[in-house]
């Protein structure tokens, strides 16, 4: 497949993911509002903290470093041996589920059954679930490599839209059934998913239009693991490839959820306060989740495909170079300038966020300083998943080998900064050492863009620097909105408030048009891959 018919179809992929996660994310923060108003915060803690950290942890260790490994290069390879390695990641979920089950069981806090019951069924359940989404791991795996846009964002919004509508049903008519509610959603949730997924395949393979595309997989036993005379079982570069993300991905778990951890092993916060900042940290992270994720997961698959792993820039098609270089640098003025956005008007615009979604019990305290600190680091979350996404993309190996050792460091000084933060300065300690955690990986990967670049004439670094004019439009908006929110928000009425959103409308405006003014080639980019289709349809 031709680079720019890869990065077209990758940006259908990206942009189809951003929509499906804002799907997500409004059904989440819906769901939230809601089930505050019904059930404990205690409940809403030991749920989105504890045991969506158990279940998020089984599965990150079971299958991501397989995802990066079988991912990397061509879809044209061995899919047989490549499907009996994604198998594996079902007995190793088998594995962390039950060690993990039982660290969940006996060597943590068990919450007040008379606060949280049914909290041992609820482990089971969690840990249940993730073996079950690991079953369809290899039909996950072969859609993505292949860029089934469609499937993805049909399974995944049905399994989504389904555990929301049991979760408010349940929680409207049995209340007391505690964490069973939440454990019967879940279960139906990775269920819905892995369903989805089968049926197309069972339809899609020995089609017309599968045998029309050449699909690498022509019956659905070939889905199955199976023994090839004389041939090895997996692919063994893909197996050591694996093994190197896997030490990798084990780190990279802890500095991704490393705060929850924290909380979890060693019992800074109550459950309670657990509770209310997930609620304001899934606030905070909306525009990361819904945009930065599905294009880091998206153009992973982009610059796998169009470089070779392990190559230098002078050992690669300079075609490909220049493509992939020009992508990286809009990429990065891109998730730069909205991190920015974010940055810019979440300081101002954090305490009614917050009164207006969950009322006094979020815009109290620390809850608005909380999410003043997370819109900092979405600016951090921004450009390192852009880098990182580029730099796992093209290290081999041994380089990822040595990534190790420096997230193995990084692992333990997050650790241990973010343990005295929080002590010194509550929940905003885990904001503000997630920051550091961001700046030092970033750091890492853009010195490892730069070295790749350096004896080509690209420098995609630059899309890191924002015009000068477009940071004093920032600048000006940083400042009049601030003053907006001491004279007019929160506590003066609604006129009050509505001067401060009208104020904030007016200078967001002005940073928009700046941006269309200054930023002409990152906006046609945008127009053309990521928006195209959706103009096409409107024509």
Request: with cysteine.
């Amino acid at each position: 497949m031709a680079a720019q018919d890869v990065l077209g179809q990758t940006a259908r992929l990206a942009s189809s993911s951003a929509l499906l996660q804002v799907l997500f994310r409004v059904l989440t923060f819906g769901l939230n509002a809601f089930t505050l108003r019904y059930l404990s915060r205690e409940l809403i803690g030991v749920v989105n903290v504890r045991l969506t950290l158990l279940y998020s942890t089984v599965v990150f260790l079971a299958r991501e470093a397989f995802r990066r490994a079988c991912l990397s290069g061509s879809a044209k390879r061995n899919w047989t041996k490549t499907i009996n390695l994604l198998w594996l990641t079902v007995p190793l979920g088998v594995f962390w589920s039950l060690i993990l089950g039982l660290v969940w069981l006996h060597l943590l806090e068990v919450p007040d059954p008379s606060v949280v019951p049914h909290y041992q069924a609820g482990v089971v359940a969690f840990g249940l679930s993730a073996i079950i989404e690991l079953l369809g791991e290899p039909l996950w795996v072969l859609a993505q490599a292949h860029l089934f846009v469609r499937l993805k964002v049909i399974a995944e919004s049905l399994s989504v839209v389904s555990k929301c509508i049991l979760t408010v049903t349940l929680v409207i008519l049995y209340p007391q059934w505690g964490l069973y509610i939440f454990s019967l959603a879940q279960l139906l949730y990775v269920s819905v998913l892995v369903m989805c997924y089968g049926i197309y395949f069972v339809m899609f393979l020995g089609s017309p239009e599968a045998t029309k595309k050449s699909f690498p997989v022509s019956r659905v036993k070939a889905l199955l693991p199976s023994f090839v005379e004389d041939e090895a079982f997996v692919n063994w570069k893909e197996a050591r490839l694996t093994w190197s993300f896997f030490k990798q991905s084990f780190l990279k778990q802890i500095l991704t959820e490393g705060e929850r951890y924290v909380m979890t092993f060693l019992n800074v916060l109550n459950f309670g306060d657990q509770g209310v900042y997930d609620i304001v940290n899934n606030l905070g992270s909306l525009v990361a989740r819904f945009i930065f994720l599905p294009i880091e997961e998206s153009f992973y698959v982009f610059f796998a495909k169009v470089l070779e792993r392990g190559k230098t820039v002078k050992d690669q098609k300079q075609d490909d170079v220049a493509m992939a270089a020009n992508v990286l640098e809009l990429l990065l003025k891109l998730v730069l300038l909205i991190g920015l956005t974010i940055t810019v008007f979440g300081y101002a615009y954090s305490q009614l966020a917050l009164d207006i979604y969950g009322g006094s019990m979020l815009s109290s305290g620390t809850g608005p300083d909380l999410l003043r600190c997370y819109s900092l680091y979405v600016l951090f979350l921004a450009v390192n998943g852009v880098t990182e996404c580029f730099t796992f993309a093209l290290m081999c190996k041994e380089e990822v080998d040595r990534y190790n050792f420096v997230m193995l460091a990084l692992s333990f000084i997050f650790l241990c900064i973010s343990y005295f933060l929080t002590h010194w300065y509550g929940s905003v300690g885990f904001i503000l050492a997630n920051c550091f955690n961001m700046g030092i990986r970033i750091a890492h990967s853009t010195h490892y863009i730069h070295h790749y670049f350096r004896e080509s004439s690209h420098r995609p670094l630059s899309g890191l620097l924002p015009s000068p004019a477009l940071l004093l439009v920032y600048t000006l908006s940083a400042g009049v909105t601030a003053l907006s929110e001491v004279w007019f928000c929160c506590d003066k009425g609604w006129m009050a408030r509505l001067i401060h959103i009208s104020t904030g409308a007016l200078c967001l405006a002005g940073t928009l048009v700046t941006m269309f003014c200054t930023e002409t080639k990152l906006i046609h980019f945008v127009r053309s891959q990521f928006l195209s289709r959706y103009l096409k349809k409107g024509t």
